[in-house]
Structure formats: C-alpha cells, structure tokens
C-alpha cells in the first residue's frame, strides 16, 4: 500500500522569504503525486501535479515541486512568500492499483504560516 | 461552468442515527468519490462511485454505503452513527475514474455527532 509523509506539521516563513514544504511518499509502483491547498471552510484546491513527463512540475500561484525517485521526495517550493499563501497545504498519491480505484492516499498536512 | 457542490454544509446528529449528505459533480464528470477529513488530519478515502456503480473503497465499515444517480450526483449515508464519525465529509469529481486524473472538490460537509 502506498503511503505519504509530510514532515512538519505547521512552517513558519516570513514575507517574501522561500517556502519549502516537505513529502515522502512510499510506493511499490510508480505514483502520481498531488499537491493540494485547502484554505479556512474550504475544500481542496489543487497546486500542481506529477505524472511521471518532468520531473520538475510547475503549478498555480508559483509554486512548484520536484519529483526524486532517489529519495522518495515531491516536496513544494515557492521562491516569495505572499501572505495570501498561508493555508493548509496536502501532498497525495495516487497508484495504478490493477484493479478498483484506490483514491488519493494523503499526507496530515501542513499548516503554513506568514508572518508579515 | 458549475463546480462540485455539496449539502448541507454543516449537520448535527446524535448517537446511532443516520445521515445522507449529498454532492453534485462539475459539469462533464462522470466519477465521484468520497473522503473523510478528520480534525487536524488529511482526507481519508471513503469510496468512489463510477457510472452509477462503486468503483473502488477504503478502509470503512458497511455503515458507509453510498450511491451515484443516472446524473453522476451521489450521495453518502452513514448509519448507526458514532462519535469518531464527527468529521468534514469531501466530495470529489473527476472526468472518469482512471488514477490520474484530477479530482475537483466540493467545500465539504461538516457533521458533528453527539
């Protein structure tokens, strides 16, 4: 079964500085990786997605991830922090399992903060 | 072009009853699937209808049961409700039911057992 693990679980960053949310996933065959924002009484929105064409995926907002196989890593990056960024963000998996879906497996979540 | 819906957006219930909380999929989307979020943790996968038939389930007992309607709508019931029930219920839609593919969601409904 595949499985994600996203390290911390609240980032603080200042305006304007680099965020870098961490993900390892698990997985026995090659997975599709997700990231999703979820802000306050929302549902999720999604940042940008890996589907095995480039490693290095480009999504909404700035934001972008790099897929390493080597290290099991798909961890999200934005060069700028704004403070519209902060929000509960969710790094998923999702496999080819042969047979019924199996859905997205997610991460706990990290909780971003910006601090002004 | 109308997103994923869902109603209501909040619920109160108490022990042993049931609830139907219900989803409109986006225009276009023939495949809906059901995720449970708990407080403080990410969404956990219920299950996922497609073209009216259950495509696939997560680790949730009988009392979960769903259904998805000749217009790709669903429905989630929970029976016999418990306190650990009490979470925010996601609905998502999809184009069709292959892995890959993107899942829209809808705000979620809050369900609160006493």
């Known amino acids: 079964a595949q499985s994600v693990t996203q390290l911390g679980s609240h980032v603080s960053v200042s305006e304007g500085a680099l965020v870098l949310l961490r993900c390892n996933y698990s997985?026995?065959?090659?997975?599709?990786l997700f990231w999703y924002v979820q802000y306050p009484n929302q549902g999720l929105q999604l940042l940008l997605k890996?589907?095995?064409?480039?490693?290095l995926v480009k999504g909404i907002n700035g934001f972008e991830a790099e897929f390493k196989k080597s290290e099991t890593s798909f961890h999200l990056t934005k060069p700028s922090a704004h403070m519209s960024d902060a929000a509960e963000y969710f790094c998923?998996?999702?496999?080819?399992?042969?047979?019924?879906?199996?859905?997205?497996?997610f991460g706990k979540g990290t909780h971003l903060i910006i601090q002004p | 072009e109308t997103g994923v819906t869902q109603s209501p957006t909040h619920l109160i219930k108490t022990r042993g009853q049931q609830v139907t909380l219900r989803c409109s999929s986006q225009?276009?989307?023939?495949?809906v699937s059901w995720y449970q979020q708990a407080l403080g943790q990410g969404p956990q996968f219920i299950f996922q209808?497609?073209?009216?038939?259950?495509?696939g389930r997560g680790n949730f007992p009988p009392r979960f049961s769903g259904l998805q309607f000749p217009n790709y709508s669903s429905e989630l019931n929970v029976n016999a409700l418990e306190l650990d029930d009490s979470a925010l219920y996601l609905c998502?839609?999809?184009?069709?039911?292959?892995?890959?593919?993107?899942?829209?969601f809808g705000p979620g409904t809050r369900l609160t057992v006493l």
């Open positions: 998923a998996v999702s496999v080819d399992s042969g047979g019924g879906a199996d859905g997205l497996t």
């Open positions: 209808y497609y073209r009216e038939e259950e495509n």
């Open positions: 225009s276009g989307h023939n495949t």
């Open positions: 998502a839609s999809s184009l069709d039911s292959r892995f890959y593919n993107e899942q829209f």
């Open positions: 997985s026995s065959v090659p997975p599709y």
């Open positions: 890996y589907t095995s064409a480039a490693t």
